[in-house]
């Protein structure tokens, strides 16, 4: 209502390449910071990359986050996603839901 924010919700990956395909996962994992006290994180919706091998690989979580209040209940729910897309030569890019 007063445009501040309930939370950030964040993806990480870190991964090796050698220069011409993504070799390996290291860490892909999502957390949140800066979160109201209403907000309550349950069960990740998605949690899904592609093969490794390639030039580009992606990584894609969905989680599932609820606004809730103590003694009334829970009154929204949010799914953000995102995916993100790393290549062997180090570069990268992303897609989401704002």
């Known amino acids: 209502m007063l445009g501040n924010s309930l939370y950030k919700w964040h ?5 090796c390449s050698n220069g011409s395909a993504v070799t390996q996962w290291l860490e892909r994992f999502d957390y949140v910071t800066d979160a109201d006290p209403v907000l309550k994180i349950r069960e990740l919706v998605v949690n899904s990359y592609t093969p490794l091998g390639t030039w580009e690989v992606r990584s894609w979580f969905q989680r599932h986050l609820e606004s809730c209040i103590l003694h009334y209940g829970c009154y929204e729910s949010n799914y953000p996603w995102s995916k993100v897309y790393v290549r062997a030569n180090g570069t990268y890019w992303y897609e989401g839901s704002a």
Do not use: D, F, R, T
């Open 11 to 15: 993806h990480y990956v870190l991964y």
